[in-house]
């Protein structure tokens, strides 16, 4: 198993894990794992994905879906649940969340 970048300084949120994944020869995949899952899940851990991250030139990516590397970002504009980045003015009650 991969270990997570130096770069890369967020907390897993409480009841979460990091996984890494090796998904091409320099990219790495960020998964977030809840680990006492839900419902649905027979209370089986959940995966989603949280970002990739490039080896080679030591930057972290958006990600379109789990099989698509999206848009480079600035990790400080992340949050430990995910490196989407917010597409839209934040209003006070959501900032208070990230």
């Known amino acids: 198993m991969e270990t997570l970048p130096a770069a890369f300084t ?24 809840h680990i006492n899952g839900f419902n649905y899940s027979d209370h089986d851990p959940v995966y989603t994905i ?8 030591e930057s972290f990516f958006e990600p379109k879906n789990s099989k698509s590397v999206g848009a480079a970002v600035d990790f400080a504009d992340t949050t430990p649940y995910s490196a989407m980045t917010i597409k839209r003015p934040l209003t006070p009650t959501i900032a208070n969340f990230l």
């Open 50 to 57: 949280w970002g990739f991250y490039n080896t080679k030139k």
């Open 10 to 33: 967020h907390e897993p949120p409480t009841g979460y894990r990091y996984e890494i994944v090796r998904f091409k020869a320099t990219v790495l995949a960020i998964w977030l794992v």
